[in-house]
């Protein structure tokens, strides 16, 4: 019995969407000052995500190697596995 009312909520959100997308499309095809900066807005956004995925792809491997060496050293190079004790004592407990 559950059935109608699933499928009302899925109607209604997807009549919002469908009402949200004609009104984003109206607006995206006026000349407004509002929606031209929004496209240059948008434009640059696009850009910069592109630019950053293509440079990941060229320079990835090289990032990811300078923070994760490979070797007996440690994780980072020269990191040991253990803390290093910083005080030593040479007597028993005071």
Known sequence: MEEPW????????????VSFLSEFVDDW??????VSIFKILFSWLVVSLIAI????RVYGNTVNDMYYRQGTSGQNGGTPDTAPHLFHRDAGPC
Do not use: K, Q, T, Y
């Open 6 to 17: 699933d499928f009302e909520f899925l109607s209604r959100i997807v009549d919002g969407f």
């Open 29 to 34: 095809l006026a000349n407004d000052m509002r």
């Open 53 to 56: 995925h293509f440079a990941w």
